[in-house]
């Protein structure tokens, strides 16, 4: 295992919510953070980001039903995903950049969890 270790993935029916986590070990939370996801035949997107201060961003089709959040004392990033629909069925991924690095999504990201499978049905 890396620094990075997701969890709270599981099989859901549409409408249902997840709340998944992810564990910092050794590097530190202040730095920035994201969500990826790759669904079955598709590209890995990136789905949320915070940065250091608490600022999030999230794609069009997930804003208004998840929320990115950060826990500093327990070195934990969580994400809340309220109202699934099937589209959201994907493995997701934990990420962080180089501490002091710009919190955009387009450049390197040093660190990935494992991945939690989150499975939605209709």
């Known amino acids: 295992q890396g620094p990075l270790v997701e969890s709270g993935g599981g099989s859901v029916q549409a409408g249902g919510s997840l709340r998944l986590a992810c564990t910092v070990s050794?590097?530190?939370?202040?730095?920035?953070m994201a969500w990826f996801r790759q669904a079955p035949g598709r590209w890995r997107e990136a789905v949320t980001f915070?940065?250091?201060?608490?600022?999030?961003g999230y794609i069009d089709n997930v804003k208004g039903r998840f929320t990115v959040s950060k826990d500093n004392s327990m070195n934990t990033l969580y994400l809340q995903m309220n109202s699934l629909k099937p589209e959201d069925t994907g493995m997701y991924y934990c990420?962080?950049?180089?501490?002091?690095?710009?919190?955009?999504?387009?450049?390197?990201?040093?660190?990935w969890g494992q991945g939690t499978q989150v499975t939605v049905s209709s």
């Open positions: 990420a962080a950049r180089p501490r002091g690095d710009a919190c955009t999504l387009s450049g390197p990201f040093a660190y």
């Open positions: 050794g590097i530190g939370v202040g730095r920035c």
């Open positions: 915070i940065s250091p201060d608490g600022g999030a």
